[in-house]
């Protein structure tokens, strides 16, 4: 089974704050996705790669940053913190084809004040 | 603009048989999917259709009509553990997953 691994279940940070996200997946996935969940809505994309070192903006991407250096690993950067930034983050893998479904993590619930 | 509608709660019977319908507008369309989602947990696949007409699996099938732009998700012999939310997800002509907001589903005994 796949497993992605994300690193706090929940976080609270300060504004201002610089806040990373550690996302891991052990499927030699290709590709990684970062959204993020709040009431009413639906997922929204922060960004996503389809390779290491590369990295594509999604619908979402102002204020956030990523970085994937190695296959496993995506991480989600806040470079400073702010109150709407407060949400349900969920970082996500698939292998590369348009059926191939997405595998979550159990997310990371950032609060911040 | 691309959306998709899906109805943001239903109430069901333990035991009896619920259809959620999920309707989209995307540029293009290669696909639908379906996910659960228990309360503070991470979605889960359910299903993936491209192809018109019904796909069964277990207690759970999912039926697509591309010229209506329309999809469901039918849930048989409901249990309590059924309860939770259920995404519709459609892939656009770029390959990107547009989002419906969610359909809570309750179970009452």
């Known amino acids: 089974d796949v497993k992605v691994t994300q690193s706090s279940r929940y976080l609270v940070k300060r504004t201002g704050e610089k806040v990373f996200l550690e996302c891991v997946q052990d499927?030699?996935?290709?590709?990684m996705f970062w959204y993020r969940q709040d009431p009413g809505l639906g997922l929204r994309l922060i960004y996503f790669?389809?390779?290491?070192?590369?990295?594509e903006k999604g619908d979402i991407p102002e204020g956030y940053s990523v970085s994937r250096e190695k296959k496993e690993r995506f991480s989600l950067i806040l470079e400073s913190a702010s109150t709407n930034q407060t949400s349900m983050y969920l970082c996500?893998?698939?292998?590369?084809?348009?059926?191939?479904?997405?595998?979550f993590g159990n997310g990371t619930r950032l609060t911040v004040t | 603009g691309q959306n998709i509608d899906q109805p943001t709660e239903m109430t069901a019977t333990e035991g009896a048989i619920v259809q959620i319908n999920c309707t989209y507008q995307?540029?293009?369309?290669?696909?639908l999917f379906w996910y659960q989602q228990h309360a503070g947990e991470a979605p889960t696949f359910l299903s993936y259709?491209?192809l018109d007409g019904l796909e069964e699996k277990g207690r759970f099938s999912s039926f697509l009509s591309r010229s209506k732009g329309y999809s469901y998700l039918l849930l048989k012999e409901l249990q309590m553990k059924d309860s939770a939310s259920y995404l519709c997800?459609?892939?656009?002509?770029?390959?990107?997953?547009?989002w419906g907001a969610g359909t809570k589903l309750i179970i009452k005994p």
């Open positions: 995307t540029s293009g369309f290669n696909g």
């Open positions: 997800a459609a892939l656009d002509s770029n390959y990107q997953l547009i």
């Open positions: 790669s389809y390779d290491v070192k590369m990295k």
């Open positions: 996500a893998s698939s292998r590369d084809g348009e059926s191939s479904p997405l595998h």
């Open positions: 259709n491209v």
């Open positions: 499927m030699d996935h290709e590709n």
